[in-house]
């Protein structure tokens, strides 16, 4: 079984002497290792035949433009606990300490942090304290909504969930492996429902819930961004945003997206490719030629990372 690597935190790092106060939510992360089916926006449907995941769909936040950090669950896993992004992850410049950067935002506000692999038994540990509870998880459909309507039963609806994967069912480094559900959703109206484009990946997650929980981190450490506003209002307008994908494998793939267009090559000797993702979502069609702007504006942006 693989394991979240860096949540299996020790309880003593989170030792407190405060009490839960009723303005200190939890969140409960409900995190599927493998999404079970394709994700795109008719996806919301697969879940609509689901009354828990119906409800979440129905009342909460849901990101339709959410991806994996890195189909590599190892990377992806970090990405989650650091709010760091893949590409720094890989790069000579990211520092190990930096993984310590939520951990430590928790401890000012007290917050505990727990990790489990299925909702049976839950909750069972300490309500004096606000906590973070992670569920892993690796089940289809049905198994999944079994497993919320248990969990969502013992919640508040001053409690914060969020549902969301580590990867998608496609091969590594396909648009189906990298795009995931994301939905954040409260029962009361801390989080507005409807529907965001705004694109978004792993190591936005913690930044949006430190904000949402007003916990304190330096902005100035994760790669991740908070995207608070977009759960308290769906109709923001997108912020542009480009996300960059590497594999560990020195001869592997690289993707960059932003926007409709994503660029990939599938090895470092290979040529780069653009596609447009709206006219052309199976690419087929290398459009570099007639963009020449875009592409060589993309290349200089993942040379200044490397």
Partial sequence: MRLLILFSISILLFQGCSDKSSNDPDVVLFLVETWPTEWTENGIKDLQSYPTLRKLTENGVIFTQAFTASPETDLAKKTLISGMHTGNLLSNNFDDKNLDNFKNALLKKDYQLFDYSTV???PDNNKDKPSIHIFRLDLNLLQLEKEMADALAATTENDLIVLTALSGPGAAYSENSLRIPLIFYTGDNKVKKGISQQAIYT???FPTIADFLKIPYDVNTPDGKSFYKNIKNPATPPDDRILYWRSPDKNGPEILRYNQWKMRRENPEAEWQLFDMITDPEETDNV??????????????????E
């Fill in 203 to 205: 190591a936005d997650l």
């Fill in 120 to 122: 049976s038994g839950w």
């Fill in 288 to 305: 570099s030629a007639y963009h020449p702007g875009k592409f060589e504006k993309f290349q200089e942006w993942i040379k200044k990372i």
